[in-house]
């Protein structure tokens, strides 16, 4: 996959000041990064370029300013962790991004092994507007331009598409990797694929789970949004998360998936509560004797055993969303039996696992496997588009 694309191999980056996009947009509370996964990925580019030689300058956004400059969204925040993880000096390069000539003062001026952190990309309307002037400012800061962030590669941003085209451009280590893995997530993968989708609405995977089941071989939904097809197979949900005017939505998509050879799992079993909080108490029931008060919360012990069985069917697996409310236990229960059979099977050399999305990376974590898949991605809106098929613009533009 990362054929067509230029990486750190085909540079010399000696003296070279490297524009390195990176995605550092990484949970901060009370001042502090809480999560250095994101950063963590990009470390291994940071060095290499610092090691050939070459200065990194790092690109990133922050949140949504939305085009302001917003001190609660500046990115000095995140240079004590990326200190921390690189064990490296870290320049910090302030601009509003009218005026770079600050920012190419600390660059001009950082000792060699340092990195520089250049400010959030976002505070300038011209970086989601791809704007032309912006992508000169941004381009005479560095030499050659190399981008490791997957994870914001579905924006047509300056600091993503714009640039790339600007100046000699470059794959980091990170986005071949996540490239790599997706490759062998759906790309070229070994078949038979089973696909786990999960999370609590349909509406928003509709897309996703009409590309899918034209190229997986089974697909598990779980989550809330497995109730919305119950329903419209005529089941009673009770006060179920349920998306009810979307029953034709559902029945067209299992009438794709038949088409298409796709084997669709629902659950065939639910662990109801009464309250969405932790330890609250629970029941199973079938389908078909779902308690009108209460909420299917989980996939239940019998819907596990069937998720279980089609893995060992499979070569390759995809996962995107949790099977059950995760975050309160017994509800977890589902996700991490599941999360854990993959794992094993993973290990023991008979299943490619890929996962990815925000709640699936916390879920994996939860059920103690994220390390334990093939490959995990931190991307949350590029890995949902990766998996609607879609294409990428910040790939794209890498495309030589
Ligand atoms: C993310 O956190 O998913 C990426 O950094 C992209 O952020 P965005 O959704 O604000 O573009
Ligand atoms: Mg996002």
Not at 38 to 63: C, W
Not at 163 to 174: E, N
Request: charged residues 25%.
């Amino acid at each position: 996959m990362t054929k067509g694309f230029k990486t750190l191999d085909d540079f010399d980056l000696t003296g070279k000041r490297v524009l390195l996009r990176v995605d550092l947009n990484v949970p901060v509370n009370d001042g502090k990064v809480t999560d250095t996964t994101r950063i963590e990925r990009i470390a291994r580019t940071i060095r290499e370029v610092s090691d050939k030689g070459g200065l990194p300058i790092l690109l990133a956004h922050f949140g949504r300013p939305k085009g302001k400059v917003n001190p609660e969204m500046s990115l000095k925040v995140v240079v004590p962790a990326l200190e921390k993880v690189m064990g490296k000096t870290v320049h910090f390069a302030d601009t509003d991004w009218t005026d770079v000539s600050g920012a190419a003062a600390v660059i001009e001026k950082a000792e060699p092994g340092s990195v520089v952190l250049v400010e959030n990309t976002r505070f300038h309307p011209g970086e989601e507007g791809n704007d032309p002037e912006l992508i000169d400012r941004m381009a005479s800061l560095g030499d050659i331009y190399v981008n490791d962030a997957f994870s914001a590669a579905h924006r047509a941003h300056a600091s993503t598409t714009g640039i790339a085209h600007k100046l000699p451009s470059a794959a980091g280590r990170a986005m071949q990797a996540e490239l790599d893995a997706l490759e062998a997530g759906l790309g070229k993968p070994q078949k038979p694929v089973i696909a786990i989708v999960g999370g609590a609405k349909v509406s928003t995977k509709i897309d996703l789970l009409e590309n899918l089941v034209e190229k997986v071989e089974a697909l598990v939904i779980g989550g809330g949004m497995a109730n919305t097809f119950i329903y419209a197979l005529g089941y009673d949900v009770g006060k179920s998360l349920c998306e009810r005017d979307l029953k034709d939505t559902a029945l067209r998509i299992m009438d794709k998936a038949e088409e298409s050879h796709c084997a669709i799992i629902l659950p065939i079993d639910g662990v109801v509560g009464w309250h969405f909080e932790a330890n609250t108490p629970s029941r199973t029931y079938g389908l078909d004797s779902i308690d009108k008060d209460g909420m299917v919360l989980d996939a239940g012990p019998q819907s596990v055993d069937k998720i279980k069985t089609a893995i060992n069917e499979a070569r390759t697996i995809v996962w995107n969303g949790p099977l059950g409310a995760f975050e309160i236990p017994p509800f977890d229960k589902a996700t991490v039996e599941v999360a854990q059979y993959a794992a094993e099977r993973t290990r023991k050399g008979q299943l490619v696992s890929i996962a990815g999305g925000g709640d699936t990376v916390a879920a994996l974590a939860h059920a103690g496997v994220k390390e334990k898949f093939t490959y995990v991605s931190t991307a949350g809106g590029a890995f949902l588009e990766w998996m609607e098929g879609k294409p990428l613009p910040g790939v794209d533009a890498l495309t030589t």
